[in-house]
């Protein structure tokens, strides 16, 4: 087990100089490989989620992959241990560089998705965990029976999904200060909600610009819109280079 906590700590120290990852929300293919064609896989990873790769299933990563990306396959799992395990498995079979799972799926399904994880030969896929989605605060947690701040239950799952040996978490760059002192330095903390300050808020909450979110500890940088709906998403993603250079 010791060999593969070296090589994801590996992976995720070899990554670092290369923060950003465009999610590619589409609902066809065509649109997202559009997409891909505007972008430098030397600059940045993709993201593909749910509506993505429900409609394009595993051709989407195919097709990603042989343009040269690094892909995070972002499905969220949540199930059954042996359901989520054998998933994360597959997703590793198909050489993605992350894909992650619900922290609040618990221990048991945390740890048999790490192990499965490792019975894949020469793995290199990173697994993460999603804590609380940026898109929640209080009121949203306390309608289904969480009356904590957010800060609070995300620094729990973080902690019992350290526990439980995977990479890293997702998490809002609001948290990132914290998780960052209480996990160390070889966690990944991948952050989505982040713009520019000129940028739209859109549907998400807990937000923060580039260059201040890798200050404060985060690994990587979910970004969306403000790239992909950019006139020229190259000059978008050197905007945001530009900030994370002069922070």
Known sequence: MQSEITNATTAIANSVDKPIVVALDYPSLDQALQM????????C???????????????????????GFEIFLDLKFH???????????????????????HASGGRKMMEQARNELQQVKDNQTLLIAVTVLTSMGR????????DVEPMAHVQRLAQLTKS?????????????????????SDFALVTPGIRLSSDSTDDQQRIM?????????SSYL???????NAASPMQALAAIEADIANA
């Open 164 to 184: 439980c040996g995977l990479d890293g978490v997702v998490c809002s760059a609001q948290e990132v200060a914290m998780l960052r002192t209480a996990l160390g």
């Open 45 to 67: 990873r993709l993201k593909v989620g749910k509506e993505l790769y429900t409609r394009s299933g595993p051709k989407i990563i195919e097709s990603l992959s042989a343009k």
């Open 222 to 228: 979910v970004i969306g819109r403000p790239i992909t």
């Open 36 to 43: 891909a064609d505007q972008l430098d896989p030397q600059r």
């Open 79 to 101: 199930d059954i241990p042996n359901t989520v395990a054998k998933a994360v498995r597959a997703a590793a079979e198909m050489g993605v560089w992350m894909v992650n799972v």
């Open 139 to 146: 009121s949203d947690l306390a309608e289904i029976g969480l």
């Open 209 to 217: 610009t580039p260059g201040k979110a890798l200050q404060q500890g």
